[in-house]
């Protein structure tokens, strides 16, 4: 039995005064675009490397997604741009995690919240939640012992402004 993981990463913070026509479309501001290369600067020396990437299709997921991957040093993940993950539910990224389980053992969702939220609490109920839980650019490790995402153990979570870098 081959243990799982699963890394889930809100979106970095959104320029909500960008001219885009809807929220779907709206960028990263600055500090949003500092913080998910800081993530990526985090992932290049840590242990964790997704096989399949599954992102919502906003602009500000897929921004923060090529900004960590820019650092990170995953060039041959498989992504896969999910329509379903723009501000889906925490039932739907679920489902979505166990049909991917089934074919790779590390996947890493960049969403948004309160999905994000839903699907850590979810997992890792234990989680004590006295502030925001996946602010911005927050990320998330848990371990599972099968595909059927069973026994779920929360092995990092970081926010940004946390990270010491290597």
Not at 24 to 32: K, S, V
Not at 49 to 78: F, Q, Y
Request: proline letters at 7%; hydrophobic letters at 40%; a negative charge.
């Amino acid at each position: 039995m081959a243990t799982k993981q699963l890394i889930l990463l809100r979106h970095a913070k959104s320029d909500w005064y960008s001219p885009a026509r809807s929220d779907i479309d709206r960028p990263l501001n600055t500090r949003g675009r500092n913080n998910a290369t800081r993530v990526g600067e985090w992932f290049m020396g840590s242990e964790y490397r997704p096989e399949r990437i599954l992102c919502s299709v906003a602009k500000r997921t897929r921004e923060t997604l090529d900004r960590v991957l820019s650092r990170a040093g995953w060039p041959d993940v498989e992504i896969a741009y999910c329509p379903d993950l723009y501000l889906a539910p925490a039932t739907r990224i679920i489902d979505l995690l166990k049909e991917g389980m089934e074919a790779c053992d590390r996947i890493m969702v960049v969403g948004h919240n309160p999905g994000m939220d839903d699907v850590l609490l979810h997992f890792c109920p234990e989680i004590d939640v006295e502030d925001k839980l996946m602010t911005t650019c927050a990320f998330a490790v848990v371990q599972f012992e099968d595909a059927q995402l069973a026994s779920p153990e929360l092995i990092e979570f970081h926010k940004p402004r946390e990270l010491v870098l290597p």
